[in-house]
């Protein structure tokens, strides 16, 4: 008791208040603690308040061991081991209280554990599912790249076969023009020569009329004056004679026209069906450079959609092994609070247990 008046508080609290608080607490069944002390004696600070609850602690012991003398000690109110029947009742109460805590410690430990268990496996299993949606999302991403370069291909056959047959169709387009040139000089030729034909049958027509409108003058003076009447109808003959070459040569000229109409129309024809050509080529050779370049992006497309999926396969198998150590620690660490925290509890609840 000499140490305990020793201690004194530098703000007016003596060590006998705080062991009279915690006395009191412990009779309550409270387990004295810094807070409760100095919510008991209504002033103090913890680090004055620490100190000589430590000291309470400390000094516990010996006050429980009480006398040694049986008589003495029944006579003073104690039990047989010289312990104050109410420090005896009152460390019964602590070692409960403090059972109970410890109790309610251990439980509410499991219990974080637990739930920390069930938000770490709802996170794997969460994880998980992502893990497996992208492995189905790059497995769809491959296949749609294999479906797209497998039709690039097809289109860049497809385009190859329509650039043969196209090009087949000029060159037979081409042959028949010139099938169709030859013949159009042909029949120029021929009006050519028809038309010298009916030239020189038209200059002897005239020639044959000369002769006989001379041969009719010459018989028509012999005759003149024989018969006027015959002179009438040689005239008349001449006459018609005359209208039927006019008529004959008009329709020569209008079938010179129309053969030179119609090679007109074939050399245009000609001149229009080798345009058609041309365009037709050149449309031919700016689709397949078109496709080409298409293609050419296609492959460069897949070529870095390649690289994106092989890099996401990685990393998906990273966040696997991830996971899987994840797990691992996680059921390490509850087995290991499963073991550890009961024999923690049982090493407080040693600590404060009363004698007998």
């Given at each position: 008791?000499?140490?305990?008046?020793?201690?004194?508080?530098?703000?007016?609290?003596?060590?006998?208040?705080?062991?009279?608080?915690?006395?009191?607490?412990?009779?309550?069944?409270?387990?004295?603690?810094?807070?409760?002390?100095?919510?008991?004696?209504?002033?103090?600070?913890?680090?004055?308040?620490?100190?000589?609850?430590?000291?309470?602690?400390?000094?516990?012991?010996?006050?429980?061991?009480?006398?040694?003398?049986?008589?003495?000690?029944?006579?003073?109110?104690?039990?047989?081991?010289?312990?104050?029947?109410?420090?005896?009742?009152?460390?019964?109460?602590?070692?409960?209280?403090?059972?109970?805590?410890?109790?309610?410690?251990?439980?509410?430990?499991?219990?974080?554990?637990?739930?920390?268990?069930?938000?770490?496996?709802?996170?794997?299993?969460?994880?998980?599912?992502?893990?497996?949606?992208?492995?189905?999302?790059?497995?769809?991403?491959?296949?749609?790249?294999?479906?797209a370069l497998a039709s690039s291909q097809q289109a860049r056959e497809t385009l190859e076969r329509q650039l043969a047959e196209q090009?087949?169709?000029?060159?037979?387009?081409?042959?028949?023009?010139?099938?169709?040139?030859?013949?159009?000089?042909?029949?120029?030729?021929?009006?050519?020569?028809?038309?010298?034909?009916?030239?020189?049958?038209?200059?002897?027509?005239?020639?044959?009329?000369?002769?006989?409108?001379?041969?009719?003058?010459?018989?028509?003076?012999?005759?003149?004056?024989?018969?006027?009447?015959?002179?009438?109808?040689?005239?008349?003959?001449s006459k018609q004679l005359e209208a039927g070459l006019a008529r004959e040569q008009q329709q020569r000229l209008r079938s010179e026209?129309?053969?030179?109409?119609?090679?007109?129309?074939?050399?245009?024809?000609?001149?229009?069906?080798?345009?058609?050509?041309?365009?037709?080529?050149?449309?031919?050779?700016?689709?397949?450079?078109?496709?080409?370049?298409?293609?050419?992006?296609?492959?460069?497309?897949?070529?870095?959609?390649?690289?994106?999926?092989?890099?996401?396969?990685?990393?998906?198998?990273?966040?696997?092994?991830?996971?899987?150590?994840?797990?691992?620690?996680?059921?390490?660490?509850?087995?290991?609070?499963?073991?550890?925290?009961?024999?923690?509890?049982?090493?407080?609840?040693?600590?404060?247990?009363?004698?007998?």
């Open positions: 008791m000499n140490e305990v008046r020793e201690i004194r508080s530098s703000r007016g609290i003596q060590i006998e208040d705080v062991f009279g608080a915690a006395d009191a607490l412990l009779a309550e069944g409270l387990r004295p603690t810094i807070e409760r002390v100095r919510l008991k004696i209504g002033r103090g600070s913890p680090n004055t308040v620490s100190p000589m609850l430590e000291k309470w602690f400390s000094s516990l012991g010996q006050r429980i061991a009480g006398g040694i003398n049986p008589a003495a000690n029944l006579a003073a109110g104690n039990d047989a081991d010289g312990v104050p029947v109410s420090v005896r009742n009152a460390a019964r109460l602590l070692w409960e209280t403090a059972r109970r805590e410890a109790d309610d410690v251990q439980r509410q430990e499991l219990e974080s554990a637990r739930a920390v268990l069930d938000e770490a496996g709802t996170v794997l299993a969460a994880g998980q599912a992502g893990l497996a949606q992208r492995e189905a999302a790059l497995e769809q991403a491959r296949a749609s790249l294999d479906a090009t087949a169709e000029v060159a037979r387009m081409r042959a028949v023009s010139e099938q169709e040139i030859a013949r159009l000089n042909a029949l120029l030729q021929e009006s050519h020569a028809s038309k010298e034909v009916l030239r020189q049958e038209q200059a002897a027509a005239l020639a044959e009329r000369d002769k006989d409108v001379k041969a009719e003058r010459e018989r028509h003076v012999a005759l003149e004056r024989h018969s006027h009447e015959e002179v009438d109808r040689a005239r008349q003959a026209e129309a053969a030179a109409q119609t090679l007109e129309a074939g050399r245009r024809m000609l001149r229009e069906t080798q345009h058609a050509a041309q365009q037709v080529e050149r449309d031919l050779r700016d689709q397949l450079t078109l496709q080409a370049s298409l293609l050419a992006q296609a492959q460069s497309e897949g070529s870095a959609l390649q690289q994106r999926l092989e890099d996401s396969l990685r990393q998906l198998s990273e966040e696997k092994k991830s996971h899987e150590g994840t797990r691992t620690l996680l059921v390490g660490a509850l087995d290991a609070g499963r073991k550890t925290a009961p024999r923690g509890a049982g090493a407080r609840l040693k600590a404060t247990r009363p004698r007998g």
